[in-house]
């Protein structure tokens, strides 16, 4: 018996990518913009700040975001109103960093794909968002 029937497929088409498959620039941006915000929020989830900290801290979390690859540009702003009212309820001179003390802002660029994406509160919840994707 011949195994050369014509029904069987000697190549198919699932191992083959197609443009379909492939992220646009755009996407790959997007996605190295979230992984910087997932490095950014949980590497420093928890760490001590207080009022007097606050300002070293938010420039140790965009330096060390900015090493990051196809990162541009970091700025972290600690809302230290929020910050004194917190321990103004409190005996303690620090509180544990979360996210609704922050407000971030971080640029990528891809490709000549640039992603500007930011966290800041919203409705009780620090938010993080794409704010606009540019193709140069």
């Known amino acids: 018996m011949d ?43 928890g760490t001590p700040v207080s009022p007097e900290s606050a300002q070293s801290l938010a420039t140790a979390m965009a330096e060390s975001i900015e090493n990051q690859p196809h990162c541009t540009e970091v700025t ?23 996210g609704r003390f922050l407000e971030v802002e971080i640029v990528v660029d891809y490709e000549g794909c640039t992603v500007l994406t930011r966290m800041e509160m919203e409705d009780g919840y620090p938010l993080m968002r794409v704010e606009s994707v540019r193709e140069s």
């Not at 498959?21 to 979230?34: L, N, R, S, W, Y």
């Open 3 to 45: 195994d050369t029937d014509g029904d069987r497929a000697t190549d198919t088409d699932a191992d083959t990518e197609t443009d379909a498959d492939t992220p646009t620039d755009a996407e790959a941006a997007c996605f190295e913009a979230g992984i910087k915000f997932g490095t950014l929020y949980h590497q420093f989830a």
């Open 76 to 98: 972290v702003d600690v809302r230290t109103d929020e910050l004194e009212a917190e321990l103004a309820a409190s005996t303690a001179d620090y509180t544990e960093l979360t």
